[in-house]
C-alpha cells in the first residue's frame, strides 16, 4: 500500500503563499466536488485503513457502497468527480495511468450496467473535453504517475483539477491549473505550460512530463 502515499517535494511554486495543510480544502470543482490538500502527509502505514475513503450507499442513494481511494490521492479525485457527477466508477486500479487500459466504467444506477470509457491519444485529432480524464506516466517526478480531471475548455487551453499535484494547492477556487492546448496540423497537443506562467515554465519541476492522452465516458 506505500505506493499510494509516495509524496514528492515539489519545484514550482504557482501561488506565494504558505501551503496549505494537509486535508484541508483547497478548491471545489464542479458538481461540488472538494479538492483536499496532500501536502506533507504523515502517514501511518500500520493503519492503512484510516486513509481509506468510502462512500455507503445509504448516502449516495447508489446502488453499492464505494471505494473511492486513499486521502487525498489523485486517483481519490478523480473517482469521486465521476461518482458525484456522473453516479459512474471506474475500477480500482495500481496507479494512475492504468486508467488507460480501462475500457468501461459501472453505470451506479443499476444493479448491472456500463459505459464505454474511450481513449484519445495525445498528439490525435480529438480534442480534451470537460469531464475527461488527463493521464501522465510514471515518472522520476511522479513514480505511480497522475490523473487530472478536464473541469474547463477554452481557446487554447483547459482547465485541470486534481489532487497531490502540487503542495501550493490551486491556482483557482474552481480548477487547480491552466494549462496551453496546442494544436499542430488538427492533432491536439495539452502542454504543461500554465496560462499566466509562461515565463516560469523553464524553472517548473514538471516541464519535461509526458502525457498520455485522455479518457472519456461515451453515454449510451
Same mark, same amino acid.
Given at each position: ?17 504558505? &501551503? ?8 471545489? =470543482? ?32 447508489? /446502488? ?31 496507479? =494512475? ?5 480501462? %475500457? ?7 444493479? =448491472? ?24 506516466? *510514471?515518472?522520476?517526478? *511522479?513514480?505511480?504517475? &497522475? ?18 499535484? %502540487?503542495? =501550493? ?7 487547480? /491549473? ?15 505550460? /500554465? ?20 479518457? /472519456?465516458?461515451?453515454?449510451?
Amino acid at each position: 500500500m506505500y505506493k499510494y502515499f509516495k509524496k514528492i517535494e515539489y519545484l514550482f511554486r504557482p501561488m506565494n503563499k504558505q &501551503h496549505p495543510p494537509w486535508g484541508s480544502q483547497i478548491g471545489v =470543482a464542479h458538481g461540488g466536488v472538494i479538492g483536499y490538500s496532500n501536502c506533507e502527509p504523515n502517514y501511518d502505514i500500520t493503519k492503512v485503513h484510516l486513509y481509506e475513503v468510502h462512500y455507503k450507499k445509504e448516502e449516495s442513494g447508489l /446502488r453499492c457502497d464505494i471505494f473511492m481511494g486513499y486521502k487525498y490521492q489523485c486517483v481519490e479525485f478523480a473517482r469521486r468527480f465521476f461518482v458525484l457527477n456522473y453516479k459512474t466508477m471506474f475500477t480500482d486500479i495500481q496507479k =494512475a495511468p492504468d486508467i488507460w487500459d480501462l %475500457e468501461t466504467v459501472e453505470d451506479l444506477t443499476k444493479e =448491472a450496467g456500463t459505459f464505454p470509457l474511450v481513449g484519445f491519444k495525445q498528439g490525435g485529432p480529438e480534442p480534451p473535453k470537460f469531464g475527461d480524464l488527463l493521464l501522465a506516466p *510514471q515518472s522520476e517526478h *511522479q513514480p505511480w504517475g &497522475h490523473v487530472a480531471v478536464v473541469v474547463g475548455v477554452g481557446d487554447g487551453y483547459i482547465d485541470l483539477a486534481e489532487q497531490n499535484y %502540487e503542495d =501550493a494547492g490551486w491556482i483557482a477556487e474552481s480548477y487547480s /491549473r491552466r494549462v496551453k492546448v496546442e494544436c499542430k496540423d488538427g492533432n491536439y497537443f495539452v502542454t504543461y505550460i /500554465r496560462v499566466g506562467f509562461e515565463d516560469q515554465f523553464n524553472q517548473s519541476w514538471d516541464k519535461d512530463e509526458v502525457i498520455i492522452g485522455w479518457k /472519456r465516458i461515451i453515454f449510451n
